[in-house]
C-alpha cells in the first residue's frame, strides 16, 4: 500500500468532472491540486528503542527482520483512516514505531514478547495496515519504546480438509493470497470486506470484520473454528470441533481483540467450493424504508441471497454504489439495492427467485443485472476516490453502526442529523450518505459516507463530526462499531457499550494474558 494513501498507487482515482460539478455546487468546494509529499522528506520522531534493546530482539527474529530505518517505520507509522492519512500530510515530526519486526515462527513471537515484557516495550501486531479506527497506531503510554509486530512471513496454507470444508491459514496471509491459496484446490472463504485486497487472516479475525458477501456467508466470526494465539504467559491453540458445550467459547475472546490479548497466528476457518454460478439483479425501491422493509423480508424469510444491500437516496442519487460512475449519472430517483446469489446453477436460481418474488412483493422494481455487476466490479474501489477527495480539499470520511429492524430509521437520522449539524458549525455542508450491507433476521448494520469541505483544521473538524456522530450512536440504541473495530478511535464509548461490569471483565482478561499490557495498548479497553 502506499505510504500516504489507501492502497495501489496504479489504481488511483482522479476526480471526475460530475465529481468536481458535485462538489462546487453541493459543497462549494473548488477542488484543486496539491503538491505530493515525497516519503524520503517526512521527518520522524527518532527511535526510542534503547541499542541493547534492538541488538537483543535482532537476535531473536535476525538482523534483517528488524528495522529501524525511517522507509520501515513510516509505512507502519498509522492505518487508514481519514484522520491518518491527513496526518501524513505533515512533514513533520510525525510518530511512528521504535522499529519493525518481522518474526518467523511462534516461538520467536513468544520470545520477542517475553522480552518486551521484562524491558517495558509496547508491542503492535501489524497485518494489512488497513484500520480506520487507530488499531494500529504506536502508542508508548507508559512503555519506553513501541514496536510494530509485522506478520507478513506467516504466509501459508497450513492444510485443507477437502471433506470436513475447513482450512488452517496463518495470519499474514492477505486477502487475495487466501482465495488463491484456496482456489487451488477448488475452494473460497467468500469473506470480502472493502479492505480485502490488502488486509490479512489474523486482521479480519482480530477485527471480528464483515465482508460484503455475509447475507450469504457470515462474518469472519461465523466462519471461524480454531485459531493460535501467542500470549506473553503462553499459547492459546482453540477450536476442537465444530460446536462444545465445554463452557464459554474462549475462540470469542481473541476473535475481536484487536491484539491486545495475543497475537493470532493461525486461523482454522469454514471454506466451501468455489461457486458453480453468480446470479445477478439490481433493483430500485420508491425510499428507504421501502427498501429496508424488503430487505428485512428476504433475511426472515431466508431465501439465502449472498449479497443483500441497499442504498439510501443520497447515496443512489450520486451513483455512489457504481464506483466506476460517481455523479456522471442517476441510476434511478428511488434507492438502489443490489442482490447477488452464488452457488450451483439450481440453487442459485431457486434462491434468485424467491428472493424477486419477495422484492416485488414489498414494491422493488427491477433494473437488470448491469447495475449490480457494476457494484461487484468497482466494490474495492471507493476507498481510492477518498483519497483524490482529501487532496482536492474535500473530506471524506465513513463510519458505521448496526441496530434492530425496529429501530434502524431513527438511528439513521439521528446520525445523519448530527453529522450535519456538527459540520455546519465548521462552515461547511455536508452529503451525508448511508447503505445497509450486511443484514440478520433481527437487524441491520448503517454504513454512512460523509463529505463537506475542508475548513480550518480538518483533523480537529472531523473528530468534532465523529465525536458527535459517536454519541448520537451511543444514545440512539446503536452498537459502536459492526464492523470497523474500537481500535482507539472507539474506545472512550465502549463503557457505554458493555457497561462498567463488562469493562472490569476485559481487564481481568488482561491481566491474566498481557500482565504487563505491553500488548498494542491504548486500544479496545478504557
Known amino acids: 500500500m502506499k505510504w500516504n494513501a489507501w492502497g495501489d498507487p496504479a489504481a488511483a482515482k482522479p476526480l471526475s468532472a460530475g465529481i468536481r460539478s458535485l462538489l462546487e455546487q453541493a459543497l462549494g468546494v473548488t477542488p484543486s491540486e496539491q503538491s505530493e509529499l515525497e516519503a524520503d522528506t ?5 527511535s526510542a528503542l534503547a541499542t541493547a534493546d534492538r541488538e537483543a530482539l535482532s537476535t531473536i ?43 518467523g515462527s511462534d516461538d520467536e513471537i513468544a520470545e520477542v514478547l517475553k522480552y518486551c515484557s521484562q524491558h517495558r516495550i509496547a508491542v503492535v501486531p501489524f497485518g494489512g495496515g488497513t484500520s480506520v479506527v487507530g488499531g494500529v497506531d504506536p502508542i508508548r503510554g507508559e512503555f519506553t519504546a513501541a514496536i510494530s509486530l509485522d506478520l507478513r512471513r506467516f504466509d501459508q496454507l497450513h492444510y485443507l480438509d477437502d471433506v470436513s470444508g475447513e482450512a488452517e491459514l496463518g495470519a499474514g496471509v492477505t486477502g487475495p493470497e487466501a482465495e488463491r491459496l484456496l482456489g487451488e484446490h477448488g475452494f473460497s472463504l467468500g469473506h470480502f470486506p472493502q479492505s480485502f485486497q490488502f488486509a490479512t487472516i489474523g486482521g479480519f479475525a482480530a477485527t471480528r470484520s464483515s465482508g460484503q458477501d455475509s447475507a450469504g456467508y457470515g462474518r469472519i466470526n461465523d466462519m471461524i473454528r480454531g485459531l493460535r494465539a501467542v500470549t506473553p504467559v503462553g499459547i492459546l491453540d482453540l477450536g476442537r470441533a465444530p460446536a462444545s458445550a465445554a463452557g464459554p467459547d474462549l475462540r470469542e475472546l481473541i476473535v475481536g481483540s484487536e491484539g491486545v490479548f495475543g497475537v493470532i497466528t493461525r486461523v482454522r476457518l469454514r471454506i466451501h467450493p468455489v461457486p458453480e454460478t453468480t446470479r445477478y439483479e439490481a433493483w430500485s425501491f420508491p425510499d428507504f424504508d421501502a427498501g429496508a422493509n424488503a430487505l428485512r423480508a428476504v433475511v426472515q424469510t431466508g431465501t439465502g441471497a449472498t449479497v443483500l444491500r441497499l442504498s439510501d437516496e443520497a447515496e443512489t442519487g450520486v451513483n455512489l454504489a457504481t464506483t466506476e460512475h460517481i455523479g456522471e449519472q442517476q441510476i434511478t430517483g428511488g434507492c ?74 431513527a438511528l439513521k437520522a439521528a446520525v445523519t442529523e448530527a453529522l450535519t449539524t456538527a459540520l455546519a458549525e465548521t462552515g461547511t455542508p455536508a452529503l451525508v450518505m448511508c447503505h445497509i450491507s450486511h443484514v440478520y433476521p433481527t437487524g441491520a448494520s448503517l454504513y454512512f459516507t460523509v463529505v463537506a469541505g475542508q475548513r480550518g483544521n480538518p483533523l480537529d473538524q472531523w473528530h468534532k463530526a465523529k465525536v458527535a456522530a459517536s454519541e448520537a450512536i451511543v444514545r440512539s440504541g446503536g452498537t459502536i462499531t459492526h464492523h470497523h473495530a474500537v481500535g482507539a478511535d472507539h474506545r472512550p464509548w465502549m463503557k457505554a457499550e458493555v457497561g462498567e461490569l463488562g469493562v472490569q471483565v476485559l481487564r481481568a482478561v488482561k491481566a491474566s494474558l498481557d500482565p504487563a499490557g505491553i500488548l498494542n495498548p491504548g486500544k479496545l479497553i478504557p
Open 336 to 409: 438502489l439495492a443490489v442482490t447477488l446469489f452464488e452457488g450451483a446453477l439450481a440453487h442459485a436460481e431457486s434462491r434468485h427467485a424467491e428472493t424477486r418474488a419477495l422484492l416485488i412483493e414489498h414494491g422493488a422494481t427491477s433494473l437488470g443485472e448491469a447495475p449490480a455487476r457494476a457494484w461487484e466490479a468497482g466494490r474495492f474501489g471507493a476507498p481510492y476516490l477518498r483519497d483524490s477527495l482529501l487532496a482536492g480539499g474535500a473530506l471524506c470520511e465513513t463510519l458505521e453502526t448496526a441496530t434492530t429492524w425496529s429501530n434502524l430509521s
Open 42 to 46: 517526512v521527518q520522524l520522531t527518532p
Open 61 to 103: 527474529v535476525g538482523a534483517e527482520n528488524c528495522g529501524v530505518d525511517d522507509h520501515a517505520r513510516l509505512l507502519r507509522a498509522g492505518g487508514k483512516s481519514t484522520p491518518d492519512l491527513l496526518r501524513r500530510a505533515d512533514p513533520g515530526p510525525q510518530d511512528a514505531p521504535d522499529a519493525v519486526l518481522t518474526p
